[in-house]
């Protein structure tokens, strides 16, 4: 859960049709898919009772996805006045927004619409059958190099994009960057959606090819992967980009280990990121669950006066507390699931106009691909809702546990003029992009809470 308070823009970031595989796998089509061979009344029926099956299961698993959010997402937290940025930042400090805002605004739509085109590409015409179509090899070789292919394309045509991005975070100071170091982390960032997507779509392939009803198993397998991947995912992939290290001893490791035992949050330990190598920007979170669990600051925060490093830190004990990220990789799991099962039910027109012959053809992977991308996109804008609920409530949580509003408006102060964030976010870029509550917002909520607890008001 990031304490960065800027609007999540989109990080300028992730075979021939015929009856035949190219490779030599025919495909004929599967009945379970939907299959477009002339099959008889009973096959007709067949079909038509495992789509009304997966059906229901969908309904049941959105219902599902439905209650877990509702029981999980504090809705309402506190009561808040409008927020005021001219109240808290200088005319300087909103100049510089508004302009940082703008710089940023068209790479970052068009990010959003070239990840929307490839997905759509992929996903409805045969682009993607084309680009894997003269792979050779096993099958399962086929599918991953496919997915690489299909990664790499889609990285190149966004890699001018990201550029520019970058130039701008240089020229507002937040970049700290060379192009090497930028361009390694891309690199390592496609390496890893790759081996991630080649691990669901291996596992998709393989039980389409054996199983009838392949999105039951393919749905709970969505789903352990997702959960898997959420508890291993900070042991594994975060040293990737970042170097951790424990809080070095002293007053504010001895303090912050206080806070969280005395909050009756287990934590062993405090990391700090080499993050001033990448960024300026200041930021903290948690990750993981269970074993993995971790507080992370950037280096840059410790720079910061200690009240606010620990509220920063308070902030993040609330989302331990309350097992954010477990609920998080819940829903995300049940999710998972639900695309898996909705997969099934558009696997007929889907592969018919991606031009391949079943979802277990290895030129299908485009598709696969294309359909995820769009399912994020669609996603997106109910998981920011979720989360700025989330993140109200960490504020709650920091605000109860060290009773220091004051601090609490400074501290987002810092952040918001550090981070260059966009303290007058627009209606559609709250929506498609904010995971967190703006800047003003946080600070009218630490301002209502000082009112409704007796404390002098910030």
Known sequence: MSERQEIRKPGPAAGDPGSSDPAGDPDSSDPAEGGDVAPGDGANA???RLRR????????LGAVILAVAAFSTPWRVIATGPPD???????????????????????????????????GLLAATPIGAEAVGWLKGPRWVRMILGVLVITALTELIRWPIGMWFEMILRDY??????????????LKGTGVEVVLLSLMLFALVALARR??????PAAAGAFTLTVVASFVYPVVFEPLFNDFTSMPQGPLRTSLLAMAERDGVPVEDVLVADASRRTTALNAYVSGFGATRRIVVYDNLLKAPRPEVELVVAHELGHAKYDDVLYGTLIGGLGAGLGAVLLFLLSGPVRRRAGVTSIADPRAVGALIGLMGLGSFLMGPAQNLISRHIEARADV??????RDPATFVAMQ??????????????????VLYASHPSSPERIALARSWAKLNGVPVP
């Open 46 to 48: 067949g079909e038509s």
């Open 53 to 60: 099956q997966a059906a229901i299961v969908l309904l049941v």
């Open 85 to 119: 940025p001219a109240r808290d930042f200088s005319a300087a400090e909103i100049a510089r927004s508004q302009a940082f805002d703008a710089a940023t605004t068209l790479p970052s739509y068009l990010s959003l619409a070239l990840t929307l085109i490839i997905a």
């Open 173 to 186: 100071g937040l970049s700290t960057q060379d192009w090497a170091a930028w361009a390694g982390d891309r």
């Open 211 to 216: 199983v009838k009803r392949w999105w039951i």
């Open 397 to 402: 949580h920091a605000l109860e546990l060290t």
């Open 413 to 430: 102060k810092r952040l918001a003029v550090t981070n260059i964030s966009d303290l007058s976010p627009d209606a559609v870029e709250y």
